[in-house]
C-alpha cells in the first residue's frame, strides 16, 4: 500500500534539516518528499494520506543495546513485549545484546533469537553475538559462523576480556572478516563491587564507589588493541569527561572508532539516586553533572556519534532490594525519545541533532540503509509531537518489567505513530 504524509515537519537528519514537507510511501520504501503542504498536482496519487498536522515525522530509531531476556528469563523481557514497547518509543530496529542466559554465542543459540524475532515482535530485530563463549574472556566464538548466522556485532556487554592476549586475538580475527566489535569501556578491576561515581555525594551516601579513570583506563586498553589490531570498533557508553579527549585523539590517528552512550547518562546525575533509589542504579553509574554536560557536549559537536536507550529490564525482585545488592540497569525503549526531548527543549541539542544520534549514525555504523529520509530508504518512520505534555506511569509501559528512573516524571513528547517497512505498528491516526 502506499503512503502520503502530508503537512509534517520533516525530521531529515541526513539533510540536517527541519522543516514543512511531505513524505510518500511506495511498496514499503520512501518515495520521495518535498517542501510544502503537500506534493503539487499531476504526483502520483497515494493508497492513504495521512494528515501530520504539523508534527514532526522522522527516521525510526535505531536502537544499539537492547537487552531482551529470551532465553532464559523471559519473565522479564521477551521479543513480544520488547517489541511492543520499541514500537510505542518510534523504535523501528532493535540491536539486540548478547548477555541472555545462555549467552548468544553459537549459531543454534543466534538463529533462535532470530527466529523468535521474526515471529513476534513488530520491528525489526537484529541480534549480536558474544564475542568469547560464555561472556567468560577465554575462547573466542567462531565469528565467521556467527556473521553468516547474521550476528550484527559482537560483544561480551560488561563482562570485560582481562587477558590482553585473548582481547587482540578476538579482535585481529574480526578485522580480518570486517566485523563490528562493541566494547565496554571500564577498568574491571577498579569498578569491581562500585555502585556510585567516587565523590562528596557516594561518601555522603556511603557508597563503594569508582573513580571516573577507570573508563578512562579501559577506553585506553582498548584502543590501543584497535590501534594494533585495526579493527571496527564502538565503545557502548562513554560517560565521562576525562575519556573524551582519548575518544578525539584517536578519531585524528584515523581510527575506525565510534562511541554511543546510554540516555540516561545524558539526562540523568549522581544526585538522582537520592535516598538510594534503585531504579536509578545503572553501569556504569549515574555521573557528576560537569560529566552530564561535558557529554552533551559531545553529542552536539559528533565526537559521541550514537544515542540509545540501553534498555536492561529487571524485575521487582532484583530491584526491591538494598542499593548495593540491587540489579543494575532501567528499562527505555518507550522512555528514549521523550526523555531525548529534554534535550532538546533545554536548547541543548536541536531535532536533525538528536535522530542523527539515534537514527541515521546507528544505521550507518551497522551498514543499515535505514535512518534517512531520503528516496528509497525503507519507509522506518516515527510521527510525534515534541510538545505534548505527560506524567509517567511504569505501570503504563508495554516492556514486562517496569524498572524505569522516570516513574511519575513530567515529560514531553508522545509518540503518535510508528511504521516499518509503511506498515503501522503503533498508532498511525492523528
Request: charged share 20%; hydrophobic share 40%.
Given at each position: 500500500m502506499s503512503l502520503l504524509f502530508t503537512n509534517a515537519r520533516l525530521i531529515d537528519p541526513e539533510a540536517d534539516r527541519d522543516g514543512p514537507g511531505w513524505l510518500r510511501v511506495e511498496n514499503g520504501r520512501i518515495a520521495e518528499?518535498?517542501?510544502?503542504?503537500?506534493?503539487?498536482?499531476?504526483?502520483?496519487?497515494?493508497?492513504?494520506?495521512?494528515?501530520?498536522?504539523?508534527?514532526?515525522?522522522?527516521?525510526?530509531?535505531?536502537?544499539?543495546?537492547?537487552?531482551?531476556?529470551?532465553?532464559?528469563?523471559?519473565?522479564?523481557?521477551?521479543?513480544?513485549?520488547?517489541?511492543?514497547?520499541?514500537?510505542?518509543?518510534?523504535?523501528?530496529?532493535?540491536?539486540?545484546?548478547?548477555?541472555?542466559?545462555?549467552?548468544?554465542?553459537?549459531?543454534?543459540?543466534?538463529?533462535?533469537?532470530?527466529r523468535r524475532a521474526r515471529?513476534?515482535?513488530?520491528?525489526?530485530?537484529?541480534?549480536?553475538?558474544?564475542?568469547?563463549?560464555?561472556?567468560?574472556?577465554?575462547?573466542?566464538?567462531?565469528?565467521?559462523?556467527?556473521?553468516?548466522?547474521?550476528?550484527?556485532?559482537?560483544?561480551?556487554?560488561?563482562?570485560?576480556?582481562?587477558?590482553?592476549?585473548?582481547?587482540?586475538?578476538?579482535?585481529?580475527?574480526?578485522?580480518?572478516?570486517?566485523?563490528?566489535?562493541?566494547?565496554?569501556?571500564?577498568?574491571?578491576?577498579?569498578?569491581?563491587?562500585?555502585?556510585?561515581?567516587?565523590?562528596?555525594?557516594?561518601?555522603?551516601?556511603?557508597?563503594?564507589?569508582?573513580?571516573?579513570?577507570?573508563?578512562?583506563?579501559?577506553?585506553?586498553?582498548?584502543?590501543?588493541?584497535?590501534?594494533?589490531?585495526?579493527?571496527?570498533?564502538?565503545?557502548?557508553?562513554?560517560?565521562?569527561?576525562?575519556?573524551?579527549?582519548?575518544?578525539e585523539r584517536a578519531r585524528a590517528a584515523g581510527l575506525d572508532v565510534s562511541a554511543g552512550i546510554g540516555i540516561h547518562h545524558l539526562t540523568l546525575n549522581e544526585f538522582d539516586v537520592g535516598d538510594y533509589r534503585t531504579f536509578f542504579k545503572l553501569k556504569p553509574p549515574l555521573r557528576s553533572e560537569d560529566d552530564r554536560m561535558a557529554v552533551v557536549e559531545a553529542v552536539a559537536s559528533g565526537l559521541i556519534d550514537i544515542i540509545s536507550s540501553m534498555h536492561t529490564p529487571q524485575d521487582e525482585e532484583s530491584k526491591r532490594l538494598p542499593f548495593e545488592e540491587a540489579a543494575s540497569g532501567a528499562v527505555a525503549l518507550e522512555t528514549l525519545l521523550p526523555a531525548a526531548l529534554r534535550l532538546y527543549h533545554a536548547g541543548a541539542l536541536n531535532l536533525a541533532?538528536?535522530?542523527?544520534?539515534?537514527?541515521?549514525?546507528?544505521?550507518a555504523r551497522l551498514g543499515l540503509d535505514c535512518g534517512r529520509l531520503s528516496a528509497g530508504a525503507p519507509a522506518d518512520l516515527v510521527l510525534f509531537d515534541p510538545d505534548a505534555p505527560f506524567v509517567l506511569d511504569r505501570f503504563t509501559l508495554r516492556s514486562k518489567s517496569k524498572n524505569t528512573p522516570f516513574d511519575g516524571a513530567r515529560m514531553q513528547g508522545k509518540v503518535l505513530g510508528t511504521w516499518v517497512g509503511g506498515r503501522p505498528v503503533f498508532g498511525g491516526e492523528t
Open positions: 518528499t518535498g517542501p510544502g503542504p503537500g506534493p503539487g498536482t499531476g504526483a502520483p496519487a497515494a493508497g492513504k494520506a495521512i494528515d501530520c498536522a504539523g508534527r514532526c515525522l522522522a527516521p525510526g530509531i535505531v536502537d544499539i543495546g537492547v537487552k531482551v531476556s529470551e532465553p532464559g528469563e523471559r519473565h522479564k523481557e521477551s521479543f513480544r513485549s520488547a517489541g511492543m514497547a520499541a514500537a510505542a518509543g518510534g523504535v523501528t530496529t532493535m540491536v539486540t545484546r548478547p548477555d541472555t542466559l545462555p549467552a548468544i554465542d553459537s549459531p543454534e543459540t543466534l538463529e533462535f533469537a532470530t515471529e513476534v515482535s513488530p520491528v525489526r530485530v537484529l541480534p549480536m553475538s558474544a564475542l568469547t563463549k560464555g561472556r567468560e574472556g577465554r575462547e573466542m566464538v567462531e565469528i565467521g559462523f556467527m556473521l553468516d548466522a547474521g550476528a550484527a556485532a559482537f560483544t561480551d556487554c560488561d563482562n570485560v576480556i582481562t587477558d590482553n592476549k585473548v582481547a587482540s586475538r578476538c579482535l585481529a580475527y574480526a578485522r580480518s572478516l570486517g566485523a563490528l566489535v562493541i566494547g565496554h569501556a571500564q577498568d574491571p578491576g577498579l569498578s569491581r563491587g562500585a555502585v556510585a561515581t567516587s565523590g562528596k555525594f557516594a561518601s555522603l551516601l556511603g557508597l563503594p564507589s569508582v573513580s571516573p579513570m577507570a573508563e578512562r583506563i579501559g577506553l585506553d586498553r582498548d584502543l590501543a588493541l584497535v590501534e594494533m589490531t585495526g579493527v571496527r570498533y564502538h565503545a557502548d557508553q562513554i560517560t565521562t569527561a576525562r575519556a573524551l579527549p582519548r575518544l541533532q538528536l535522530f542523527r544520534a539515534m537514527a541515521l549514525n546507528p544505521a
